[in-house]
């Protein structure tokens, strides 16, 4: 066991607190700084950065695109949440929750704001008529998985990404918690792809959109340098899924899109036009 923490009678705020996203995290929200955000020549607005949540904005988008939705066109904006452009004033009016990603469709009469990735999913698959399906019993496990994702990941990014790799001290009690909880979710999800092509059944859907940034990230040994530690080669479902779904072209665009630091030949921090992909490696 660690040093045991007795908490005081009321919690106060002792900033810095040395942990990696220490100087971005406050327990207060909205804006901290007046700053409009920037708006291109495309109907759909986004305003994120190419993290796992981020990515399935991204990734959505360069689907659509590879189907043929002319309509989905997008400018991607950057925005560097270890810097708090997060907190600006225009970014808190269009996501009060101060998370990227966040969407704004201009191609009504009025600007709509959509924010949390599992809803800018659920937006574009309804707008677009596509990866989500029509017929019910598929539709609603489409959207049982899709909320699995939404509910589950912060056990592995604010939990298990957080105490393991983010911490600056390890503690035993919270990784021993987390490491158990995200093997058992990578766990269920193996058992489900063991009987299903895809998270949702046969077909590819936004559930598959929102789960492979994660857990196949994950799985790949691609997140917080965990892969032997939660020996992820024993997802071997999973794996056969990550493989098919890091594939496809619109996967490899979209996770491109607003990254800014790995390889250069796979970064794009705005995209404006599908020119923008011109010189870029798909892999
Ligand atoms: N539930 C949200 C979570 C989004 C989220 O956690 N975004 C992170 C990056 S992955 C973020 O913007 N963090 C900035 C901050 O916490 O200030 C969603 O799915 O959209």
Not at 220 to 247: D, H
């Amino acid at each position: 066991m660690n040093d045991v923490f007795t908490p005081p009678e009321v919690w106060t705020w002792d900033q810095p607190n040395g942990g990696e996203w220490a100087s971005i995290n406050r327990p207060v929200a909205g804006a901290t700084h007046e700053k409009a955000l920037p708006v291109g020549k495309h109907p759909l607005q986004l305003y994120s950065l190419a993290t796992p949540n981020g990515v399935k904005a991204t990734v959505m988008l360069e689907e659509l695109l590879e189907k043929g939705h002319q309509g989905a066109e997008y400018d991607a904006w950057l925005i560097r949440i270890g810097e708090g452009d997060q907190f600006s004033s225009g970014f808190t009016a269009i996501n009060p929750n101060s998370k990227i990603p966040a969407l704004v469709d201009r191609s009504g009469e009025q600007p709509l704001r959509v924010f949390e990735s599992g809803s800018i999913l659920l937006y574009l698959a309804e707008k677009f008529g596509e990866f989500l399906p029509s017929e019910p019993a598929k539709r609603v496990e489409t959207i049982n998985w899709l909320m699995w994702q939404v509910g589950a990941a912060p056990f592995v990014g604010g939990g298990f990404g957080h105490f393991y790799a983010y911490a600056p001290e390890k503690y035993r009690y919270p990784i021993d918690r987390y490491t158990m909880e995200v093997k058992r979710q990578l766990d269920v999800l193996d058992r489900q792809l063991a009987e299903h092509e895809y998270v949702a059944g046969d077909e590819y859907t936004i559930a598959d959109i929102a789960i492979a940034p994660w857990y196949g990230l994950l799985q790949a040994g691609e997140a917080y340098k965990a892969g032997e530690f939660l020996q992820v080669q024993e997802y071997k479902n999973v794996e056969r899924w990550r493989k098919a779904v890091f594939a496809r072209p619109g996967y490899q665009r979209g996770r491109m899109v607003n990254r800014t630091s790995g390889d250069p030949d796979q970064c794009l921090a705005e995209r404006h036009s599908a020119s923008d992909f011109d010189g870029k490696r798909l892999r």
